[in-house]
C-alpha cells in the first residue's frame, strides 16, 4: 500500500514541545533559536552512543568493563562532530571537571548491565527511524533506541533514560514518546508491539508497558488534534507560552513574554514547518 503525499510531519519531541509550551514549538521549529548544550544533555548522547555501539560488538565482548572503555572516545567523537560541545569544560584547566563527568556517564552505563545482560540479546534494529504518513496526510517519525524482535515475532521498543525514573503520576507523561513509537510500527508492521520498555539507568530501574489497538487508535486522534492545533497556530502567529517547572531549563528566556522578553518576528508566509528531529537528550530528571 502506498502512503499518501504527507502535509506535515510530527516527531514525539516537537509533539511534546506543543503540548508543554506552544511558544517553545514555535522557537525550535520554527524561529530554530540556538540552544546552549548542556551537561546532562551531552551525557545522555554520550551514554546512547555507547549502548549503541555496545550492540555492534560480538557477544562476548558486551562486558561493563569494554562499555566504559567506550565513554571517552564517544565523547572525543561527539566534540570533533559538534565543536560547540567543548564550551562545557572550557573552564577546566586540570581536566578534573571532564574526568568527573565522564566517570558520571561510565556510572550510568554501568547502570544499564544491572537491568539485562546485553549478551543475550541481538535488536533487530539500534538508533532507528521508523515512520509512517496518516490517512490525513500526517508523517510520523522518530528514531528508536532499540528495537527487539522475538523469533516468534514479537516486537519490544526499548528506550534508555539517564534521568531519574518518573513517579507513579507521571508515568502516562513519560510514556508519550513510546506510544508515538509503538503507533508508528503498528502503522507499518500490522501488529502491535508486544512490550515497551523504558530503561532508567540513574535509578536502575525499568517501567514495562503493554499497549492494545484501541489505546493507539486514541493516541493516533490526539497527535491528529495537537497537529491540528499547531497548523491553526501556524496561522495565526498565536503560540503562547505557558509557564511551568520545565521553564527553569529553557534557554529562551530573552524572547519569551513570561520573563518580559519578546519572540521574534513571525516569519511571514510562514509555510508547515519541516521537522527536523534533532537528536537532542532532554533535561535528566
Same mark, same amino acid.
Given at each position: 500500500?502506498?502512503?499518501?503525499?504527507?502535509?506535515?510531519?510530527?516527531?514525539?519531541?516537537?509533539?511534546?514541545?506543543? %503540548?508543554?509550551?506552544?511558544?517553545?514549538?514555535?522557537?525550535?521549529?520554527? @524561529?530554530? #533559536?540556538?540552544?546552549?548544550?548542556?551537561?546532562?544533555?551531552?551525557?545522555?548522547?554520550?551514554?546512547?552512543?555507547?549502548? *549503541?555501539?555496545?550492540?555492534?560488538?560480538?557477544?562476548?565482548?558486551?562486558?561493563?568493563?569494554?562499555?566504559?572503555?567506550?565513554? /571517552?572516545? *564517544?565523547?572525543?567523537?561527539?566534540?570533533?562532530?559538534?565543536?560547540?560541545?567543548?564550551? &562545557?569544560?572550557?573552564?577546566?584547566?586540570?581536566?578534573?571537571?571532564?574526568?568527573?563527568?565522564?566517570?558520571?556517564?561510565?556510572?550510568?552505563?554501568?547502570?544499564?548491565?544491572?537491568? *539485562?545482560?546485553?549478551?543475550?540479546?541481538?535488536?533487530?534494529?539500534?538508533?532507528?527511524?521508523?515512520?509512517?504518513?496518516?490517512? @490525513?496526510?500526517?508523517?510520523?517519525?522518530?528514531?528508536?533506541?532499540? #528495537?527487539?524482535?522475538?523469533?516468534?515475532?514479537?516486537?519490544?521498543?526499548?528506550?534508555?533514560?539517564?534521568?531519574?525514573?518518573?513517579?507513579?503520576?507521571?508515568?502516562? %507523561?513519560? #510514556?508519550?514518546?513510546?506510544?508515538?513509537?509503538?503507533?508508528?510500527?503498528?502503522?507499518?508492521?500490522?501488529?502491535?508491539?508486544?512490550?515497551?520498555?523504558?530503561?532508567?539507568?540513574?535509578? $536502575?530501574? !525499568? &517501567?514495562?508497558?503493554?499497549?492494545?489497538? /484501541?489505546?493507539?487508535? $486514541?493516541?493516533?486522534?490526539?497527535?491528529?488534534?495537537?497537529?491540528?492545533?499547531?497548523? %491553526?497556530?501556524?496561522?495565526?502567529?498565536?503560540? $503562547?507560552?505557558?509557564? !511551568? $517547572?520545565?521553564?527553569?531549563?529553557?534557554?529562551?528566556?530573552?524572547?519569551?513574554?513570561?520573563?518580559?522578553?519578546?519572540?521574534?518576528?513571525?516569519?511571514?508566509?510562514?509555510?508547515?514547518?519541516? @521537522?527536523?528531529?534533532?537528536?537532542?537528550?532532554?533535561?535528566?530528571?
Amino acid at each position: 500500500m502506498v502512503d499518501p503525499p504527507a502535509t506535515g510531519s510530527l516527531s514525539p519531541s516537537r509533539a511534546a514541545d506543543f %503540548k508543554t509550551c506552544p511558544l517553545l514549538y514555535r522557537f525550535r521549529s520554527i @524561529d530554530r #533559536l540556538p540552544e546552549r548544550p548542556s551537561l546532562d544533555a551531552t551525557r545522555g548522547t554520550v551514554v546512547h552512543a555507547v549502548l *549503541e555501539r555496545l550492540f555492534g560488538l560480538p557477544r562476548q565482548e558486551r562486558t561493563v568493563e569494554v562499555a566504559a572503555e567506550l565513554v /571517552e572516545p *564517544e565523547w572525543r567523537r561527539l566534540v570533533g562532530a559538534e565543536p560547540e560541545r567543548a564550551v &562545557l569544560f572550557a573552564d577546566d584547566t586540570d581536566g578534573s571537571a571532564l574526568a568527573g563527568w565522564l566517570e558520571s556517564a561510565r556510572q550510568l552505563v554501568a547502570g544499564y548491565f544491572e537491568l *539485562e545482560d546485553p549478551r543475550r540479546i541481538e535488536p533487530a534494529g539500534r538508533e532507528q527511524l521508523v515512520q509512517t504518513v496518516l490517512a @490525513d496526510g500526517l508523517l510520523l517519525r522518530g528514531y528508536v533506541d532499540r #528495537l527487539d524482535v522475538a523469533p516468534t515475532g514479537e516486537v519490544r521498543v526499548v528506550d534508555y533514560k539517564t534521568g531519574g525514573a518518573p513517579r507513579e503520576a507521571f508515568e502516562a %507523561k513519560a #510514556l508519550f514518546q513510546m506510544k508515538f513509537y509503538a503507533l508508528v510500527l503498528w502503522r507499518v508492521r500490522g501488529t502491535v508491539p508486544s512490550q515497551l520498555r523504558l530503561m532508567y539507568l540513574r535509578d $536502575r530501574e !525499568s &517501567l514495562t508497558y503493554a499497549p492494545t489497538a /484501541e489505546e493507539l487508535g $486514541r493516541f493516533e486522534r490526539t497527535l491528529v488534534a495537537i497537529w491540528m492545533a499547531i497548523e %491553526k497556530a501556524r496561522l495565526t502567529g498565536d503560540f $503562547r507560552p505557558s509557564p !511551568s $517547572r520545565l521553564c527553569e531549563w529553557c534557554d529562551h528566556h530573552a524572547f519569551c513574554p513570561t520573563f518580559g522578553g519578546t519572540p521574534p518576528p513571525f516569519p511571514a508566509n510562514q509555510v508547515a514547518p519541516g @521537522d527536523q528531529m534533532p537528536r537532542m537528550t532532554p533535561p535528566e530528571g
